[in-house]
T-cell receptor, first 118, second 116 residues
C-alpha cells in the first residue's frame, strides 16, 4: 500500500515556542491530506483538511491561527503549532487520501507525532 | 450525515479465543468501510476494507469482517486471538461524493486486551 511518513515522531518544546510537523506521501501524490489530534484513550479528532495549493479547511472549534497548515506540494503538508502551550500536548496524526487507482478513497496514515509542551 | 458506533470501548478475550469487535454505521448512501488498528504511540494501520463486491473481506493478521447492509454492520472478527492483537481498533466510514467530496467518520475505538 501507499506510504505516509510523519516527522518528527516525538517533539518536546517549551511553552510559547512553535513546532512544525511534516506529513509526506512517499509514493503517491496526495491532493488532500488530513490532520487529526488524538487525546489519550480517545478516538481521532479531525482538525482540518489540507488541500494542495489552497487554504486548509478547519473543523469547527479548531483555531486556524493556532494550527497553521500548509500544503505546498502534492507530497507534503505541514502543521505548525504556534505559541504552543501545555494543553496543546497531544498525539497528532496525518493521513493522505489516495486519489486514483485500486486504492481510491483509501486513507493511509502517518506514524503520528507526539508533542509535549513543557 | 453518517455516523459510526463501536459497541464496547474495551473488550477482553483469552488467548486463542474468538475476537469480535462490533461496528454499526448509518449512512444515506453506500459507504466505504474500514477497520484500522493502532498500537501504542503509533499511527493507524489498515486492517481491511470494504468498498464493493464480496461482503466478507479478509485482512491482515487473520482478521476478517462482513458487511451486512440489512444490519448496517461491519463487525471485525478473528477466530483465535493472539497476544500481539492487543491494541486499539477503529472502525471508519468514508463517503465519496460528487465533485470530489469526501466525508470521513471514525468510531470511538475499542481497546482489545488479550489475556494469557
Amino acid at each position: 500500500g501507499a506510504v505516509v511518513s510523519q516527522h518528527p515522531s516525538w517533539v518536546i518544546c517549551k511553552s510559547g515556542t512553535s513546532v512544525k510537523i511534516e506529513c509526506r506521501s512517499l509514493d503517491f501524490q496526495a491532493t488532500t491530506m488530513f490532520w487529526y489530534r488524538q487525546f489519550p484513550k480517545q478516538s481521532l479528532m479531525l482538525m482540518a483538511t489540507s488541500n494542495e495549493g489552497s487554504k486548509a479547511t478547519y473543523e469547527q472549534g479548531v483555531e486556524k491561527d493556532k494550527f497553521l497548515i500548509n500544503h505546498a506540494s502534492l507530497t507534503l503538508s505541514t502543521l505548525t503549532v504556534t505559541s504552543a502551550h501545555p494543553e496543546d500536548s497531544s498525539f497528532y496524526i496525518c493521513s493522505a487520501r489516495v486519489p486514483s487507482g485500486p486504492n481510491t478513497g483509501e486513507l493511509f496514515f502517518g506514524e503520528g507525532s507526539r508533542l509535549t509542551v513543557l | 450525515a453518517q455516523s459510526v458506533t463501536q459497541l464496547g470501548s474495551h473488550v477482553s478475550v483469552s488467548e486463542g479465543a474468538l475476537v469480535l469487535l462490533r461496528c454499526n454505521y448509518s449512512s444515506s448512501v453506500p459507504p466505504y468501510l474500514f477497520w484500522y488498528v493502532q498500537y501504542p504511540n503509533q499511527g493507524l494501520q489498515l486492517l481491511l476494507k470494504y468498498t464493493t463486491g464480496a461482503t466478507l473481506v479478509k485482512g491482515i493478521n487473520g482478521f476478517e469482517a462482513e458487511f451486512k447492509k440489512s444490519e448496517t454492520s461491519f463487525h471485525l472478527t478473528k477466530p483465535s486471538a493472539h497476544m500481539s492483537d492487543a491494541a486499539e481498533y477503529f472502525c471508519a466510514v468514508i463517503i465519496l461524493g460528487g465533485a470530489g467530496s469526501y466525508q470521513l467518520t471514525f468510531g470511538k475505538g475499542t481497546k482489545l486486551s488479550v489475556i494469557p
